[in-house]
């Protein structure tokens, strides 16, 4: 099977619909790998790609940004880096005023027995 891993710009225009070419390209991507002809492969820095490109250059609620990843998370034909923590981490998101890095942080820590050390009190708040 055919693998690839798509870059940040694919998901915005999944989501987005700005630029229609490369909107229909994005969905038949993602249909290909729904069908099982493609993998897609989804690394970490995609995630917290999509979500910068929400909050600061679209000004995305972060409501709607959690529902978003949660899409993506919530697919089966996806292999993305690090899911569960991510999925982890993006409840923290939804819970606490922290970024998405400082939750995924967090989550891998604590996915991983190890504690965190950050000048962030916030950070240090989750333990």
Do not use: W
Not at 1 to 14: G, K, S, Y
Not at 64 to 70: L, S, Y
Request: charged share 25%.
């Amino acid at each position: 099977m055919r693998e690839l891993i798509l870059d940040t710009n694919v998901f915005l225009r999944f989501f987005l619909k700005d630029i229609l070419p490369q909107t229909i390209k994005a969905r038949k991507l993602l249909q290909q790998a729904k069908t099982g002809k493609i993998l897609i492969i989804v690394p970490q820095i995609v995630i917290f790609e999509i979500v910068f490109a929400f909050e600061k250059l679209y000004k995305f609620p972060k409501t709607e940004i959690i529902d978003k990843i949660n899409v993506l998370l919530g697919t089966n034909y996806l292999k993305i880096q690090d899911k569960e923590i991510f999925g982890e981490a993006v409840l923290l998101f939804q819970r606490h005023n922290l970024s998405l890095p400082d939750c995924f942080i967090h989550s891998y820590a604590k996915q991983n027995n190890a504690s965190v050390f950050s000048f962030d009190k916030n950070l240090n708040k989750l333990g």
